[in-house]
C-alpha cells in the first residue's frame, strides 16, 4: 500500500516583506505611475515654460533681421537730397547713401527704405555734380574775363590824353582873351559803383547764362556762404542790373528735368517754384511748361 505525501506549503510573507514593495524591483524598469515626457513638436515648443525647465527659443531662421543699414541710408539719403545743390558735399552723401542703400538690399533689409534712400542719393549725386561743374566751368570763364581788363585801362588813358591836346589850343589862343576856357571843362567822373558790386554783378551773369539760374536763386547762391558770400547789398545790385530773360531762363530749366530726368509737366512745374529747387516765380513756370515742347 502507498502513502500519499502532501506537497510542501508555500512559504508565508513574513511581517517585513510587504514593507516596501518595491525594494527589490529593477531601477530601470518603468512604473506604472511615471509618465513619458511629451514629444517636441512645433505646437509644444509654443506653449510657455513649465515651472524650473528651460525657456524656448525661436528658431534662427524665424528671428527678425535689424534695418540697420536701410534706416542709415535712409537718414544720408535725405541729408544727400537737401544738401544736393552744395558742390562736392552732395556728391560724398549721394554716393555714401547709394552704397549704404545697396548694402541694405543685399542684405535683405526693409527694401522700401533701401529703395528710397538710393533714389534721394541719385539725385543728390546728379545735382551736386552739375553744380560742381558748372562751378568749374564759372572758374574758367572768370579767368578768361580778366584778360581784357589793361584794355579797359588803356582807353581811359588814351581819352585822358585827348582832352590834354585840346588844352593846348586854347593855351596858344591866350590874346584872344578867353585865358579861362580851360577851367570850366569838369574832370571825368570816376564811377561810384564799388568793385563789389561789379563782381557780384558779372558772377549774376554768369549764373544767369551757363546755368539758367532763377533770380531768386541766383541772389541765394550770391549771399550764400557756400557759395560766392557776397553782401545782401552788392547781390541785390547785381539782381538789379543783370541783363537776364527769366522766362527763357526758366524754359530751358524745364527742358533740363525732361530731357535728363524725365520729369512730367506737372512735376518740373513743382519743382520750378519751389523753394528747395529753382525758386521761379509762377509766371515764369507756366510760360516754360507752355513752351516746354516747342
Known sequence: MFMSIPPPASPQPGPNQHSNPNQHSNPNQQQPW???PYPLTAATQQMPPQMGGPAWTPPPGQAKKPATFA?????????????GLVPVLGILLG??????GIIALIKKQSKGMAIVAIVFSGLAFIASGSTT???????GNADSQSAPVPIETTEPTEAAEEPAEVVEEPAVVEETEE?????PEPEPEEPSVPAEYTSALS?????SDLMYMSKAGIYDQLTSEYGEQFSAEAAQYAIDNVKADWNANALEKAKSYQDTMSMSPAAIYDQLISEYGEKFLPSEADYAIAHLND
Do not use: D, H, N, R
Open 133 to 139: 561743374a558748372a562751378l568749374g566751368t564759372i572758374a
Open 95 to 100: 554716393a555714401a547713401g547709394i552704397a549704404l
Open 34 to 36: 511615471q509618465q513619458q
Open 71 to 83: 534706416i542709415i541710408a535712409l537718414v544720408v539719403g535725405i541729408i544727400a537730397f537737401l544738401t
Open 203 to 207: 558772377k549774376a551773369g554768369t549764373y
Open 179 to 183: 585865358p579861362a576856357a580851360p577851367a
